[in-house]
């Protein structure tokens, strides 16, 4: 079985690890290795090649929250088995990644295990995401929004509309604001942009939301993503000069009552930066923790590491 076929056969591959996603913020770049047992799969590992001064990184594409390695539980498991399973996938999975001298990957925060990478030398970070775990009760998800999210959706529906939009130049345009009121360039191209939304419209598994005034300004723009299982927050923009409006919450508001009608939760995908988390925080979604992993393959690289440590301390 290759990978590509475990993708179309298998729901439970998250979106951010199917063939299609990578075919698009990556391509020509990934590869995957696929462990399967007379043709049931087993566990997958997808992975993106980067070289970069004579260096060979397998790590995170852009756009992407996550990737790491997806495993199939037999039914019925107890607890200690379902530990020596991923023993055993997961361990096998390490041996057959290709050489590199650095790898880095974020993985689901399903993957609470990361003991037999460990084992395997790899080192581990903790992150976090925030989610909103379950969508069927909206009048119970907006009850725990902070009370200024509250105040500022009130407040952006006196003054825009929000737009569903299939024009991703018009959302590119607001989503670069934001960049360049930080001083920014964005970390990925409108020519990936395009690659990737086309391939989700032609899926039904993305939606373009614009808040816009009555002499057409676009205030602010969220660009959602989802599979059966979880919605996610993939881009936001906002004009500096429009902020006041509140716009950003009434369409993330939009956003989730959407998700709603398409699957189970939504994904704020979280941020290590304090002022983006603060605002995600305040839409009253659990803090989840997920691992990013590490792992040094060669001996040039340890010293390249070494030396930038010790560059740094100076």
């Given at each position: 079985?290759?990978?590509?076929?475990?993708?179309?056969?298998?729901?439970?591959?998250?979106?951010?690890?199917?063939?299609?996603?990578?075919?698009?913020?990556?391509?020509?770049?990934?590869?995957?290795?696929?462990?399967?047992?007379?043709?049931?799969?087993?566990?997958?590992?997808?992975?993106?090649?980067?070289?970069?001064?004579?260096?060979?990184?397998?790590?995170?594409?852009?756009?992407?929250?996550?990737?790491?390695?997806?495993?199939?539980?037999?039914?019925?498991?107890?607890?200690?088995?379902?530990?020596?399973?991923?023993?055993?996938?997961?361990?096998?999975?390490?041996?057959?990644?290709?050489?590199?001298?650095?790898?880095?990957?974020?993985?689901?925060?399903?993957?609470?295990?990361?003991?037999?990478?460990?084992?395997?030398?790899?080192?581990q970070t903790t992150r976090y995401t925030y989610l909103l775990d379950d969508l069927r009760d909206l009048d119970a998800v907006h009850a725990g929004f902070r009370s200024n999210i509250k105040t500022?959706?009130?407040?952006?529906?006196?003054?825009?509309?929000?737009?569903?939009?299939?024009?991703?130049?018009?959302?590119?345009?607001?989503?670069?604001?934001?960049?360049?009121?930080?001083?920014?360039?964005?970390?990925?191209?409108?020519?990936?942009?395009?690659?990737?939304?086309?391939?989700?419209?032609?899926?039904?598994?993305?939606?373009i939301f614009l808040a816009e005034d009555a002499s057409g300004a676009v205030h602010a723009g969220v660009y959602l993503v989802w599979d059966e299982h979880t919605a996610y927050y993939l881009m936001?923009?906002?004009?500096?000069?429009?902020?006041?409006?509140?716009?950003?919450?009434?369409?993330?508001?939009?956003?989730?009552?959407?998700?709603?009608?398409?699957?189970?939760?939504?994904?704020?995908?979280?941020?290590?930066?304090?002022?983006?988390?603060?605002?995600?925080?305040?839409?009253?979604?659990?803090?989840?923790?997920?691992?990013?992993l590490a792992h040094v393959g060669t001996r040039k690289m340890q010293l390249r590491l070494l030396a930038e440590q010790l560059l740094g301390r100076r």
């Amino acid at each position: 079985m290759d990978y590509r076929q475990l993708c179309a056969s298998e729901s439970s591959v998250p979106l951010f690890c199917r063939d299609y996603w990578l075919d698009a913020v990556a391509p020509g770049a990934w590869d995957a290795i696929v462990l399967d047992n007379a043709g049931t799969p087993l566990g997958a590992w997808p992975f993106v090649r980067h070289r970069h001064l004579g260096f060979e990184y397998l790590q995170m594409p852009v756009l992407t929250q996550f990737l790491g390695p997806w495993i199939a539980y037999p039914a019925g498991q107890k607890q200690h088995s379902r530990l020596s399973h991923e023993k055993d996938v997961f361990t096998a999975l390490i041996e057959r990644l290709p050489a590199h001298d650095y790898l880095i990957q974020n993985f689901h925060h399903s993957i609470t295990n990361w003991l037999p990478f460990h084992w395997q030398g790899f080192t581990q970070t903790t992150r976090y995401t925030y989610l909103l775990d379950d969508l069927r009760d909206l009048d119970a998800v907006h009850a725990g929004f902070r009370s200024n999210i509250k105040t500022d959706i009130k407040k952006a529906k006196k003054a825009v509309a929000v737009v569903v939009t299939e024009d991703l130049d018009r959302f590119w345009a607001v989503n670069q604001k934001t960049f360049a009121r930080q001083d920014k360039s964005p970390p990925y191209s409108l020519e990936l942009l395009r690659r990737l939304d086309t391939a989700l419209a032609a899926r039904g598994q993305r939606r373009i939301f614009l808040a816009e005034d009555a002499s057409g300004a676009v205030h602010a723009g969220v660009y959602l993503v989802w599979d059966e299982h979880t919605a996610y927050y993939l881009m936001s923009g906002g004009d500096p000069a429009l902020r006041s409006s509140g716009a950003t919450s009434l369409l993330v508001w939009d956003a989730i009552q959407h998700a709603a009608t398409v699957t189970r939760s939504f994904d704020f995908e979280g941020s290590m930066m304090e002022p983006v988390e603060r605002f995600i925080r305040a839409f009253g979604a659990t803090q989840r923790p997920y691992s990013q992993l590490a792992h040094v393959g060669t001996r040039k690289m340890q010293l390249r590491l070494l030396a930038e440590q010790l560059l740094g301390r100076r």
